[in-house]
């Protein structure tokens, strides 16, 4: 049996094994586990079941990753989107009082579209129709980012209503605990060690525990909540999104969905060296219907659309090289059902560390760009500088995708620009100005 599983996802390809996919699952699961609180929190809102709304996001979120490790093989985890629940909530539901389960048939057919997306290919076409130094400069743009939001979630990095943002309180008792986690996860990054990214977040959520800083579980096993509050909703309101309205809001859902997940993919499958020189991903299209299909599930569960995490990159950064990955995290995500309270002891500041660190080696795709040429500098740099300002991986693609092909013309290149990277130009433009 298990040299059934070992054959399946290549472990001897990528030089890996069962004790570092399982690692690099669980520590992508750590990484993301904030979002079993924190989507209950933001669809509880709209006056949404929280309760019923944590298990939808525990339910979807392992079935789309069970769908991305066992078909397209790749260590890309998934669960609902952060941004995408906000906009659920305050854009549409509240902003447009629109009731929450109209809003889900809206998610459920954005859903639909977007899988037939997929699996005929139009997404598959997108992602090859870009030239290889904008690919590496999208997954410097993630590296970028995940660190940024590991060192806002540290405190390490503040708001600040006059400079936007600053340096933290490095004296708070939290800030110390994430700045001690860093160390040690550098320190033993730099020693060598191959789970030093897990080594980190366990050590640091340990101290904070002892510390008194991370929270001390009151139980172990608990029951997970009924869906019946929200089971089916979206299917049972389909008739309801037939007006002017809810046409504008699936076209915002399809839109965001169509390229949220679009950065990750190419930055993991980068980051393993799946990729041709072309910056070509083979078997890429089960990666992209895997967020459509636990789209559609998860609307119909009682949750916002699911997408690939950037977190994702974490389970890189611990080994992880293969499906076997996902299935773990899948796993952790069906167990979280049951063992929730214990979760609770891994807050964003004991993960954080782990994402400032994996934000080092993804940015190492910087040189792999050809930063000699003004038609490729001005949209790679602006594809990450967007990204980390906008606080959207999705505006910084938008923004570097739009002006490649506007460099390109201003080099007199512009005939070397695909088709589709004309058309994707439009389409940002359109949807940021119009839409």
């Known amino acids: 049996m298990l040299d059934t599983i070992q054959r399946y996802f290549e472990f001897d390809r990528f030089k890996t094994n069962f004790r570092t996919e399982i690692m690099a699952g669980l520590t992508a699961f750590l990484a993301m586990s904030y979002i079993l609180s924190v989507n209950p929190a933001i669809l509880g809102n709209t006056g949404m079941d929280k309760g019923a709304v944590f298990t939808a996001t525990a339910l979807s979120a392992a079935f789309a990753s069970l769908v991305m490790g066992i078909f397209a093989k790749y260590p890309i985890v998934l669960a609902p989107a952060m941004g995408m629940n906000a906009l659920f909530t305050y854009g549409t539901v509240i902003a447009l009082d629109i009731p929450?389960?109209?809003?889900?048939?809206g998610i459920f057919v954005s859903g639909v579209i977007f899988f037939l997306l997929s699996v005929t290919g139009v997404r598959e076409k997108v992602i090859k129709s870009v030239p290889a130094d904008m690919k590496y400069a999208v997954t410097a743009a993630l590296g970028f980012f995940i660190c940024f939001i590991g060192l806002r979630n540290a405190g390490?990095?503040?708001?600040?209503?006059a400079t936007l943002v600053q340096l933290g309180d490095v004296r708070s008792p939290s800030v110390l605990l994430a700045l001690f986690g860093l160390a040690l996860t550098i320190f033993l990054i730099a020693k060598g060690v191959k789970l030093a990214v897990f080594f980190g977040v366990m050590a640091t959520t340990l101290v904070g525990v002892a510390v008194g800083l991370n929270p001390v579980p009151d139980a172990i096993v608990s029951a997970p909540p009924s869906?019946?509050?929200t089971f089916g909703m979206a299917i049972a309101?389909?008739?309801?999104?037939?007006t002017l309205e809810m046409v504008v809001v699936v076209i915002t859902f399809l839109f965001i969905d169509f390229f949220d997940a679009v950065g990750t993919i190419i930055a993991v499958c980068n980051g393993i060296g799946v990729t041709d020189k072309e910056g070509n991903i083979p078997?890429?299209?089960?990666?992209?219907?895997a967020d459509a299909a636990g789209t559609i599930v998860g609307s119909v569960l009682g949750t916002s659309s699911v997408t690939c995490y950037s977190e994702s990159a974490v389970a890189?950064?611990?080994?992880g090289r293969t499906g076997f990955t996902s299935v773990t995290t899948a796993a952790c995500m069906l167990m979280a059902l049951f063992f929730f309270p214990l979760i609770a002891m891994f807050t964003t500041v004991s993960t954080s560390p782990a994402l400032i660190a994996v934000g080092v080696f993804m940015a190492s795709s910087l040189h792999h760009i050809d930063w000699s040429k003004m038609e490729i500098k001005i949209p790679a740099f602006f594809t990450i500088i967007m990204t980390i300002l906008s606080y959207s991986l999705v505006d910084g693609i938008a923004f570097g995708f739009t002006l490649?092909?506007?460099s390109m013309l201003a080099q007199g290149r512009g005939r070397e620009v695909t088709p589709t990277m004309y058309v994707l130009s439009a389409i940002f433009v359109t949807y940021y100005f119009f839409l």
């Open 100 to 105: 929450w389960e109209t809003a889900l048939a």
């Open 156 to 161: 390490i990095i503040a708001a600040n209503p």
């Open 227 to 229: 869906l019946a509050p």
């Open 237 to 242: 309101n389909l008739p309801n999104i037939l």
């Open 283 to 289: 078997n890429v299209k089960p990666a992209l219907f």
């Open 316 to 319: 890189v950064g611990t080994g």
């Open 404 to 406: 490649y092909p506007v």
